[in-house]
């Protein structure tokens, strides 16, 4: 029976054989650190738009009725006005719309104009309504083209 000793870690050179370098990354602690954040986010993202925190008081009454749809006037190429689909002409202009508005100056109205109408005529349709003390005007127009990426 022989018995071999040697010295410190047996084999060649004196390095153990088990123990070898490895060449791997462990991506387990970055998807962990990922998730974590994801959540944060998540939670974090909508209290952030909401602005000033205000406690707002409580009441009994029922929520104001509101017309979601605006009241849209258009001025045609030619110069006509219309209220949604009716013509009218512009001295009849704030009769009508008090009729469809019930008379409300807080009534939403978008005002939609051809570009090639005269300036003026958008003015004289605008400033009836305006001086009719109908004050949510705004003017309606289209999105540009988005350009191609080059």
């Known amino acids: 029976m022989g018995v071999q000793l040697s010295g410190s870690g047996g084999g ?18 970055l998807v962990d650190v990922m998730l974590v954040l994801l959540i944060v986010f998540m939670v974090a ?3 952030m738009s909401v602005g000033v925190p205000v ?10 009725p509101q017309n979601k749809d ?3 006037v258009t001025v045609a190429p030619d110069g006509k006005v219309f209220v949604q689909e009716t013509e009218v002409g512009v001295d009849n202009l704030v009769a009508l719309l008090e009729a469809v508005t019930n008379a409300n100056p807080e009534a939403r ?14 003015l004289e349709v605008m400033g009836t309504m305006s001086a009719a003390g109908y004050t949510k005007v705004g003017l309606a127009a289209n999105l540009p083209e988005p350009r191609p990426v080059r």
């Open 55 to 64: 406690d707002l008081p409580r009441t009994q009454a029922p929520p104001m």
């Open 109 to 122: 109205i978008i005002v939609r104009g051809d570009k090639s109408i005269q300036y003026g005529r958008m």
């Open 45 to 47: 993202a909508p209290l």
């Open 12 to 29: 060649r050179g004196g390095r153990k054989r088990g123990y070898r370098p490895l060449a791997e990354i462990n991506v387990t602690p």
């Open 70 to 72: 605006p009241l849209f």
